[in-house]
């Protein structure tokens, strides 16, 4: 396998724009204090997220920090256009030897060309041994490319949107995705049949399974249900819960929990809950689920301005859903792009894109990545925890056509002592260009809840 070295490692700050200055995301205090120790951060290569002092609480919902740093990587290049933009890099740790004490895992990667709006080439593999510094070159999943269409020559089914997550109990790791349809070099916007979820199983050894279909056979997921870029959680008993997002027509789409079964080879839907429900646009998208402190929240895509969070007890049943806002009431816009889980055993953070005075003319605001610390009880972001994952580059008001986008990421703890935001950049009136960025958050102290 070929080696990468990646040695284009640098402090998030060097790239950020003047713009962000205007939009207030540090406060006065926190300037001050980054200037002062400018010159020992930069020495080595990375800059505190924060100055604010670590709480001693491990339950604490104040602002107060856990995040210690920020730096970003580049993977992969091609905002030159001489090779390959690889999008939905998505990353899950697998352990080295699963029956010994050797508690050290390696990182599994899975990324798809895109050369266009929701059009992606065969899904690839990468690997990396010394946590995300090199990776081996792409290799393409035999399973996870287009094979043609019964009764509908021209037409190929191919897979997107694909999440990786290991499953404990089977020692497998679990690819879900869902599928999308190509007629010649595009997307087939008039003739997508309906959507469902895909999957592929890696087994230990590294090779993987054909590709299933996950079987739900309701009238309401007659035009679509799917997972699609959705995080999971892995039960002690092995079940699966996640969401759907489905819908008998393109509008007015729901969403549910959803609780799997899954054997090592055969993922199978057990139960479905209650719907929630938005009739703006396409309804609600690309759930995302995760548990902290014995309940299961969800966090939701739509299209009418807002995120949504929903929490449940049994991960089955939501209740109803409200949009997200900071904890002093305010809402925060955000254009129908996904949202993700930063989840620790002690403190809960979101992943998220929003509207800000520097990104004002971004499609959809797509640009750049914030992570903040959510209040579980309330169900708010606090706004003085909000810091830049991974920051915009270019000029979002005056040519936001320059500025790559960054609305399909996901997250992976690590480590006990780093998480990971992963985003492939592009940029659709360049030729869908962009580079493959990953965004290392250093905590303070181990993060007991290193999976997923």
């Given at each position: 396998?070929?080696?990468r070295?990646?040695?284009?490692?640098?402090?998030?700050?060097?790239?950020?724009n003047?713009?962000?200055?205007?939009?207030?995301?540090?406060?006065r205090?926190?300037?001050?204090s980054?200037?002062?120790?400018?010159?020992?951060s930069?020495?080595?290569k990375?800059?505190?997220?924060?100055?604010?002092?670590?709480?001693?609480?491990?339950?604490?919902?104040?602002?107060?920090?856990?995040?210690?740093?920020i730096?970003?990587?580049?993977l992969?290049?091609?905002?030159d256009?001489?090779g390959?933009?690889w999008f939905?890099p998505r990353?899950?740790?697998?352990?080295?030897?699963?029956?010994?004490?050797?508690?050290?895992?390696?990182?599994l990667?899975?990324?798809?060309?895109i050369?266009g709006?929701?059009?992606?080439?065969?899904v690839?593999?990468?690997?990396?041994?010394?946590?995300?510094?090199?990776?081996?070159?792409?290799?393409p999943?035999?399973?996870?490319?287009?094979?043609?269409v019964?009764?509908n020559?021209?037409?190929?089914?191919?897979?997107?949107?694909?999440?990786?997550?290991?499953?404990?109990?089977t020692?497998t790791t679990?690819?879900l995705g869902?599928?999308?349809?190509?007629?010649?070099?595009?997307?087939a916007?008039?003739d997508q049949?309906?959507?469902?979820?895909?999957y592929?199983?890696?087994?230990?050894?590294?090779s993987?399974?054909?590709?299933k279909?996950?079987?739900?056979?309701?009238?309401?997921g007659?035009f679509i249900?799917s997972?699609?870029?959705?995080?999971?959680?892995?039960?002690?008993?092995?079940?699966?819960?996640?969401?759907?997002?489905?819908g008998?027509?393109?509008?007015?789409?729901?969403?549910?929990?959803?609780?799997?079964t899954f054997?090592?080879?055969?993922?199978?839907?057990a139960?479905?809950?209650k719907?929630?429900?938005?009739?703006?646009?396409?309804?609600?998208?690309?759930?995302?689920?995760?548990?902290?402190?014995?309940?299961?929240?969800?966090?939701?895509?739509?299209?009418?301005?807002h995120?949504?969070?929903a929490?449940?007890?049994d991960?089955?049943?939501y209740?109803?859903?409200?949009?997200?806002?900071?904890?002093?009431?305010?809402?925060?816009?955000?254009?129908?792009?996904?949202?993700?889980?930063?989840?620790?055993?002690d403190?809960?953070?979101?992943?998220?894109?929003?509207?800000?005075?520097?990104?004002k003319?971004?499609?959809?605001?797509?640009?750049?990545?914030?992570?903040a610390?959510?209040?579980?009880?309330?169900?708010?972001?606090?706004r003085?925890?909000e810091?830049?994952?991974?920051?915009?580059?270019?000029d979002?008001?005056?040519?936001?056509?320059?500025?790559?986008?960054?609305?399909?990421?996901?997250?992976t703890?690590?480590?006990?002592?780093?998480?990971w935001?992963?985003?492939?950049?592009?940029?659709?009136?360049?030729?869908?260009?962009?580079?493959?960025?990953l965004a290392?958050?250093?905590?303070?102290?181990?993060?007991?809840?290193?999976?997923?």
């Amino acid at each position: 396998m070929t080696r990468r070295v990646l040695a284009n490692i640098k402090p998030i700050t060097s790239s950020v724009n003047p713009a962000l200055t205007a939009s207030k995301l540090i406060t006065r205090r926190q300037a001050l204090s980054s200037i002062a120790i400018a010159g020992t951060s930069l020495a080595a290569k990375r800059l505190p997220a924060t100055a604010h002092e670590e709480s001693q609480d491990r339950n604490s919902t104040s602002p107060q920090s856990l995040i210690k740093s920020i730096t970003q990587q580049t993977l992969w290049k091609n905002r030159d256009g001489k090779g390959t933009t690889w999008f939905h890099p998505r990353a899950c740790m697998l352990p080295l030897n699963p029956k010994s004490k050797d508690k050290r895992t390696h990182a599994l990667m899975l990324l798809q060309e895109i050369g266009g709006s929701d059009y992606f080439g065969q899904v690839h593999s990468s690997e990396s041994t010394d946590m995300g510094k090199t990776w081996t070159d792409p290799a393409p999943i035999k399973s996870m490319g287009r094979d043609p269409v019964d009764g509908n020559e021209g037409l190929r089914a191919g897979v997107c949107d694909v999440t990786p997550q290991y499953h404990p109990p089977t020692d497998t790791t679990l690819a879900l995705g869902h599928v999308v349809f190509y007629r010649g070099p595009k997307f087939a916007t008039k003739d997508q049949l309906a959507r469902f979820p895909l999957y592929a199983v890696r087994s230990r050894d590294g090779s993987w399974s054909e590709r299933k279909k996950l079987m739900w056979d309701d009238p309401r997921g007659g035009f679509i249900y799917s997972n699609n870029c959705g995080q999971r959680v892995v039960m002690p008993n092995g079940d699966i819960m996640m969401s759907f997002t489905f819908g008998p027509e393109s509008k007015n789409r729901m969403v549910a929990g959803v609780r799997c079964t899954f054997d090592g080879e055969t993922l199978r839907v057990a139960e479905v809950g209650k719907p929630l429900k938005n009739s703006a646009g396409r309804g609600l998208l690309e759930p995302s689920v995760t548990r902290f402190q014995n309940q299961f929240l969800m966090t939701i895509r739509a299209e009418d301005g807002h995120g949504y969070v929903a929490v449940s007890k049994d991960g089955i049943d939501y209740g109803t859903q409200q949009a997200w806002c900071w904890d002093d009431g305010t809402e925060i816009g955000m254009s129908t792009t996904q949202q993700h889980w930063l989840t620790r055993d002690d403190a809960l953070y979101l992943v998220y894109t929003r509207q800000d005075a520097a990104n004002k003319n971004v499609i959809r605001w797509r640009s750049p990545l914030w992570v903040a610390r959510v209040d579980p009880d309330r169900r708010v972001l606090i706004r003085e925890s909000e810091q830049t994952a991974l920051p915009m580059v270019g000029d979002g008001i005056t040519e936001p056509e320059s500025v790559a986008l960054m609305g399909n990421f996901n997250i992976t703890n690590a480590s006990p002592m780093e998480s990971w935001v992963t985003v492939g950049e592009w940029i659709p009136k360049r030729n869908a260009r962009g580079n493959v960025l990953l965004a290392r958050i250093g905590w303070t102290r181990p993060n007991d809840l290193t999976s997923g």
